[in-house]
């Protein structure tokens, strides 16, 4: 399974060479003027502004090397440079001493600092693993393509989920966006995941796999109460999806956005009929829920699946992102997944001014046809 990066922005590289010089450069410039104006006016004691410059751009190493630096710098300039009748800076040297102090003490609570900052970030990218496991280009006989665009930066995880696994009721599929933000969501978007994870291996009825993740949802709603959160309905918009053999494909709607199947006539939208959200499920008699949606899919079409983050992202006079429109225009069969995601991310961030309201998670799937037989077979 395939993943498409987040498009950012690149260049600058030079630049970000040259930051770790400023410090040089400063004690150069510093030393340079001490040399060339006149006696009266010093400047030796902005040597301490050296090592706290470097204590924000340089390492331990590096700015303990300026802070030395610096002292003897004042010490050997002070006396040589002072005219006649002046007595020894002691309260500059202190300046300097001090300022070389503090940006040694400074460098070691930076790099400490961005030391946990970095073992939070594995931490993460382990809970991204665990509510988005990666998975092979091809499951079950369906090509998924897929990504995920955060909407808090640095961010890589979010309430919207998604898995594909394959079982032997068919590849089995879901996209859900969970409601509310943070870790809560994040949460419980993992109940989603690992139920979903357990049941679509379990359950012949794909309506089957969605009651249980809402019961997982409606447990994870009851656990929260226990540690003190608030006594809320936690619910999820969610599709689910089934592929079987020679491209039937069943659709079970829990209140989500409508799939566009992309193929050689255009694009079509599968209006599911919708069932309530993951947890919201027992509000309806199991006798009125709609019967899952089937379909045939050709070898050369593509199902997108997709969160409201994407349509209801927002530009700068707060319009929401034609989906619609977008993929008339700009979907092509003929595109790999992975094309189709990366060009309608740069369409999201161009529209956005560089950055979303929401998470949006994207996935595109298309049914591999079937090898012939004796394909591969030598002779």
Known sequence: MSETPAVVGGGGRPMRRLIPLLPALLYIVIVAVDFGTPDEFRTDTMLCLVPMTASSLTTVRATTVYAVLATLTFLVLDPWLAPSGYTHDWAGFVVVVLGGAIAVATVLLRTRLQDRVSRLGNVVEHVQRALLPPAPPVVG?????????????????????????????????????????????????????????????????????????????????????????????????????????????????????????????????????????LGLAGLLPAEERAPAHRFRMAPDELLLLYTDGTTEARDAEGRFFPLREWLARHADPRMSGAELLGLLQRALLAHGGGRLTDDAALMVLRPEPAAPAGAGSSG
């Open 141 to 277: 006989g369906v090509r998924v393509d897929r990504s995920y665009l955060a909407a808090e930066r640095d961010a890589e995880v979010g309430g919207d989920v998604y898995d594909v696994v394959a079982t032997r009721y068919g590849t089995r599929a879901f996209i859900a966006d969970v409601q509310g933000k943070g870790m809560t969501a994040v949460g419980a978007g993992a109940a989603l995941v690992g139920t979903f994870d357990e049941a679509a291996f379990t359950e012949p009825e794909l309506h089957r796999v969605g009651d249980r993740m809402g019961e997982a949802l409606e447990r994870f709603g009851r656990n929260q109460v226990l540690l003190g959160g608030p006594d809320t309905d936690w619910f999820a918009t969610a599709l689910l999806a089934r592929f079987g053999p020679d491209g039937l494909v069943e659709l079970v709607n829990h209140g989500h956005e409508a799939p566009a199947l992309i193929g050689p006539s255009g694009v079509r939208w599968i209006d599911v009929p919708p069932e309530l959200p």
